[in-house]
Every structure is written in structure tokens, then in C-alpha cells.
């Protein structure tokens, strides 16, 4: 049973802009923190950023001053605005309920191309 939907991955040049979009239930936005997580070829999964209920955010340094993290819990929906773009950013991006061990998105693919 998928409980985290992704949306709005693609392929975008650098310096360019996406946001991705992550829904859920109620009971997991009235419970969990969320968080932005990433994973690149042969790489590890990765955190890019977290949101705490109370709206407390976190960055990778990587991502600092590019992205941001919000939530709108009216709609179950946690964001992340990606701006500026590199090619390093390439990865497939999971949504994620902090801290449980299963409630993960199946995740949407980011391309950053020229």
C-alpha cells in the first residue's frame, strides 16, 4: 500500500527549476516530520532536507540556499522548491516520514541535463 505519492520530477537544464510535490495521509502528517532524501547512481541515499510539524527546517550543505522545504499539512503535502540546478543534482528523490523505518515514496526522477 503506497502511503507517500511523489510528483513533479523531469529532466530540466542547469540552473533551471523544479518542485517536486509529495501527498500523503493525515495520520502521517499529523505524526511524522518529513524529509527529502536522494539517491544518485551508485551512490548512497542521501538526505537533502527535513521539515519538523512544527515547520523547523534542514538542509544538506549542498543544497543550502538552493533548495526549500514546506509543508502544508491542510493538504498533506510536503514541497521541495529546487532552484539553480546542477547536473550533480541528478538523482531519483524519495519522500520520507521521519523517523520511520517504511513510510517512503517510490520516488521520481530529477535530471539535470543540458
Known amino acids: 500500500q503506497v502511503q507517500l505519492v511523489e510528483s513533479g520530477g523531469g529532466l530540466v537544464q542547469p540552473g533551471g527549476s523544479l518542485r517536486l510535490s509529495c501527498a500523503g495521509s493525515?495520520?502521517?502528517?499529523?505524526?511524522?516530520?518529513m524529509g527529502w532524501y536522494r539517491q544518485a547512481p551508485g551512490k548512497q541515499r542521501e538526505l537533502v532536507a527535513s521539515?519538523?510539524?512544527?515547520?523547523?527546517?534542514n538542509y544538506a550543505e549542498s543544497v543550502k540556499g538552493r533548495f526549500t522545504i514546506s509543508r502544508d499539512n491542510a493538504k498533506n503535502t510536503v514541497y521541495l522548491q529546487m532552484n539553480s540546478l546542477k547536473p550533480e543534482d541528478t538523482a531519483v528523490y524519495y519522500c520520507?516520514?521521519?523517523?520511520?523505518?517504511?513510510?517512503w515514496g517510490q520516488g521520481t526522477q530529477v535530471t539535470v541535463s543540458s
Open positions: 493525515r495520520s502521517i502528517f499529523d505524526t511524522y516530520d
Open positions: 520520507h516520514a521521519l523517523p520511520s523505518l517504511t513510510l
Open positions: 521539515i519538523t510539524s512544527a515547520g523547523r527546517t
